[in-house]
């Protein structure tokens, strides 16, 4: 068993860095021993000869120019008692560490601008760069070693290409995210293998113009240093199989983003009709899953974006992870958007993502396993970036009441201005600083009352919602996986949301309104709050009467 000892040095009494150094090395097997705050060099070199460590640790956390003589006094030292031998680390604020570089005696120099996990890198015996023998090329093997700190994420795409592929270098440089999720622009989305049908006037619109499986490739190798971040891209929308086996082949794409019911003729982000886009987005889902590549299937929040009221976001979320299962995924990305509508209260909002957790979790079992992903949404920023910054911070800090294994940082400027490197490294710093003390230990609020009240009466009434899709077509075996019956459930208004009023494939009946803190469906007329059951038997009563 190595042996390390390590010591505040000087006049220095800052002692919080080397005590977590020392109990990281703890946990790396290694023998440790501190000596404690303001420890002269005469008595660190006595108990250098005394112990006969294999490391020495030494911190300093004062100003740069009161350490230049210490270290200049500790060399002599080295020197003269035979003590090059020893492998000498240091660590102390970024000014301290600058000086501390000219010294050649140090091995390695931390300067807290990382995290734990580039300390146990280092201690594991790995390369002081952690290049990617420590850094795992899946999703899921980085979750797992993480947990339960979680993975980050943040979308990156800006309108020129090699704008984009050296802000990935950057990013990746500055060690603060796990994954890179590219964001292609319009064209690239629609035309990627027909560029002849691009309009010119869409590049650069909404990410980064790739034109190339080698364009890909570049910004992958791009990403090849700092704490080597995964990589994925937003999925294509025409072609779809042959622009996921691209990603594949090009950015070893981490996983995969399918919606369920959208990108068609509901949004307006294509032709297809309803049924027809559900067909082929289960198919992308199989097609994933037969290759062992997570899935993130984006449907709850696209119903709650349009105002649909809790209990369809809980629903939907349910039905996605369901029909991904169905599909043979086998690693579930469930991805919990916060703050919408942006009225939403904490409460009710945690009792919804809790909702929405404990009937996706139903679903596991040894061939499907589900991830909680947590991300702000993005209607909630307001401009200003201060005021940004902080509503950035309090949604991740709600987030974490859910344990989440990976958070998709949404950069405080969205509202603002597409994110830059700069601006990426600041969210995720903020994100990191919120984390660290998320995971000292955090009040259990999942527990307080009002958000278990509302989390049962969510799962009650998305049960009844689920159930009633039966009666849609009683011969179907599946009604939960079935096209046609999803397609009807939005038609006849069982899925419905206020935006998609004068939308031909949907009833676009529904009127919601914010009620102590939760969305809800409501009764202009009677001007009340309808329960779930009410709803959907009205709609059921409205179209006996229409068949009879």
Known sequence: MKKIIAAAIGNCVHVAGVANFLKLAEKEGYDTDFLGPAVSIENLIKAIKKQKPDIVGVSYRLTPSAVKPL???????????????????????????????????????????????????????????????????????????????????????????????????????????????????????????????????????????????????????????????????????????????????????????????????LDGRGPRDVETSIRENQALMKWHGDRNIPVEVNESHHWSLRDAHDTIGVASAFLAAYNAKRMGVKDYIAQYMFNVPPAISPKMDLAKMLAKIEMIESLENEHFKAYRQVRSGLASFPDDLNTAKGQMAASIYLGMAVKPHIVHVVGFCEAHHAALPEDIIESASIARGVIKNCLLGLPDMSMDREVQSRKNQLIDEAQYLLKSMYQISPESKDPWCDPSVIAEAIAIGILDAPHLKGNKAAKGTLKTRMVNGCCVAYDDVKDTVISECDRIDMLFNRIDMLTK
């Open 71 to 265: 270290l200049d006094e500790l060399q002599r030292a080295i020197e003269d008692n035979g003590l090059l031998n020893i492998e000498w680390l240091f660590g102390g604020t970024r000014p301290v560490c600058e000086v501390a570089k000219s010294y050649s005696f140090f091995k390695e120099i931390f300067d807290g601008s990382s995290d734990d996990e580039f300390t146990i890198c280092y201690l594991s015996g790995k390369s002081s760069d952690c290049k990617d023998t420590y850094f795992e090329s899946s999703l899921i093997e980085r979750i797992n070693r993480k947990y339960p700190y979680p993975v980050l994420r943040h979308h990156f795409g800006l309108p020129s290409l090699s704008a984009t592929i050296e802000g990935i270098k950057t990013i990746s440089e500055a060690k603060v995210l796990d994954v890179i999720s590219i964001a292609p622009d319009q064209n690239a989305q629609e035309h990627f293998f027909e560029m002849e049908k691009a309009s010119s006037a869409l590049d650069g619109a909404g990410g980064v113009p790739v034109r190339s499986p080698e364009d890909f490739i570049k910004m992958y190798e791009a990403s090849r240093r700092g704490n080597y971040p995964l990589l994925r891209c937003y999925s294509g929308t025409s072609d779809v199989f042959r622009f996921a086996e691209m990603l594949r082949e090009t950015i070893n794409n981490s996983w995969a983003a399918v919606p369920l019911c959208w990108y068609n003729v």
